[in-house]
C-alpha cells in the first residue's frame, strides 16, 4: 500500500480549493459580486449555436481575445486556444444569451425584502411558465412604492438545462467555472449549486476531504475551551430566534400575497356576473316593437326598469317577460293613458337572468 506525503500532496490541495471555495460562498452575494466585477477576469461569452467569444473583462470594460468555434470535432483545437490566452488557475465567467432566460418585474410587501430569495422562490410557478424545479433565479428590487409598502422587485429566471449544459461545456474545455451569467444581467449568477459540482468529484477528493475534516475536528477538540463552547450554544440560539423570525415574516407576506389574489379574483368574478348597459339596451334594441320609445332606462345591479310609451303596454310586458334576458318582469305603477300621442305610457322592472349572463 502506498502512503508516501507526495502521493498525497493532489489530494490535499484539491480538498484546500474545495474548502476555500465554500468559505467564500459564505460572502454575501452582491459583495461577491462587485469584487469579481473590479477584479475582471475571463468571459466565454456564449453567441449562438457552437460559436462563443472569449472576453478579458477589466478597468470596467471588455476586450475580445478570441472567436471560439465549439462544434465537437473542433474541441481538441479550441482547448489549446484556451490554454494559450487564459490566465493560469484563472476562474471564467460563462455568459448565456439574453433570449436564454427570462425577466419579470412583481410587487411584493415590504416584509419580504427580508426573506426575498424564498418568497420569490414561492412565487415562481404563479409568475412564470416554469416550475420552481425546472430554473434557476435571481432577483434584485428596483424600486420602492407607496412610500416603502411595498417593492417592484426583478425577477430573471434561466432554465436549467441551459446553465447546467454551459457549465458542462466550459469543463469539457477545461476551464474552471466561478459564475454564469446572462447577457445584460451583470448583476444575476445561475451557477449551479457547488455541491452538485463537487459531488461529481467525489471520488477523487474523497480521502482529503476526510483527512482534512479529521484535522479540523481534531484541532476544535484541543483549542476551544468549554466556556468557549457555551457561548456558541448562546449565539446559536439567537440565530435560531432571528431565522424564526424571518420565517414568520415570509409566512405573512405570503398570506398578505394571497389575500391580495383572492380579492383581485373575487372582484374579477363579480364584474361578470353584473350585466353590462350595452347588452342590455342591445337586448331591448331587439325586443321592443318600432312604435315603442323609452324615456328612461335604469340599470342597477340585477334589476332593469323602463319607462316609455308604446300602443300597448301589457304587449311590452310579455316580450320583456318571455325573452331569454329577463326574468320576473312586472309594472312599478298603473299604466296611463296618453290621449295627446295615443300611447300607453309604462313603467316595468324586471330581473337579468343568471341563465343569460
Do not use: C
Amino acid at each position: 500500500m502506498s502512503g508516501s506525503p507526495s502521493s498525497l500532496l493532489p489530494s490535499l490541495r484539491a480538498a484546500w480549493r474545495w474548502w476555500t471555495g465554500e468559505l467564500v460562498q459564505l460572502v454575501p452575494q452582491r459583495w461577491r459580486q462587485s469584487l469579481a466585477a473590479n477584479r475582471g477576469g475571463m468571459v466565454l461569452a456564449l453567441t449562438g449555436e457552437y460559436r462563443a467569444d472569449l472576453l478579458q473583462r477589466g478597468a470596467g470594460r471588455e476586450e475580445r481575445l478570441a472567436q471560439l468555434d465549439l462544434m465537437p470535432s473542433r474541441i481538441p483545437e479550441t482547448r489549446e486556444i484556451l490554454a494559450s490566452v487564459r490566465q493560469r488557475g484563472a476562474a471564467t465567467t460563462i455568459r448565456l444569451p439574453a433570449d436564454a432566460g427570462l425577466s419579470a418585474t412583481m410587487v411584493l410587501p415590504a416584509a419580504a425584502e427580508a426573506n426575498l430569495d424564498q418568497v420569490v422562490s414561492f412565487e415562481l410557478d404563479r409568475r412564470t411558465p416554469f416550475k420552481r424545479e425546472e430554473v434557476y433565479h435571481s432577483q434584485r428590487v428596483v424600486q420602492r412604492l407607496d412610500a416603502g409598502k411595498k417593492l417592484l422587485v426583478q425577477l430573471t429566471v434561466v432554465p436549467r438545462p441551459a446553465a447546467d449544459g454551459a457549465v458542462a461545456l466550459a469543463e469539457v474545455l477545461g476551464l474552471t467555472i466561478s459564475r454564469v451569467e446572462l447577457a445584460g444581467e451583470e448583476f444575476s449568477n445561475f451557477m449551479p449549486p457547488r455541491a452538485q459540482r463537487f459531488g461529481t468529484r467525489l471520488p477523487s477528493f474523497a480521502f482529503g476531504a476526510l483527512a482534512l475534516s479529521a484535522a479540523v475536528l481534531a484541532g476544535v477538540a484541543v483549542i476551544i475551551p468549554l466556556s468557549h463552547a457555551h457561548r456558541t450554544l448562546e449565539t446559536l440560539q439567537q440565530d435560531l430566534a432571528v431565522v424564526k423570525q424571518r420565517a414568520d415574516q415570509s409566512i405573512a407576506a405570503q398570506k398578505e400575497i394571497d389575500a391580495e389574489v383572492q380579492e383581485g379574483g373575487f372582484l374579477a368574478a363579480r364584474k361578470r356576473q353584473v350585466p353590462s348597459a350595452s347588452e342590455v339596451l342591445y337586448d331591448l334594441t331587439h325586443l321592443l316593437p318600432d312604435d315603442t320609445w323609452l324615456s328612461e332606462l335604469e340599470i342597477t345591479g340585477g334589476e332593469v326598469r323602463i319607462n316609455g310609451f308604446a300602443g300597448s303596454a301589457s304587449a311590452i310586458l310579455g316580450l320583456v317577460d318571455q325573452s331569454k334576458r329577463f326574468v320576473n318582469a312586472a309594472f312599478r305603477s298603473p299604466v296611463v293613458q296618453d290621449q295627446r300621442a295615443n300611447r300607453e305610457q309604462f313603467n316595468i322592472a324586471a330581473r337579468v337572468s343568471e341563465a343569460a349572463q
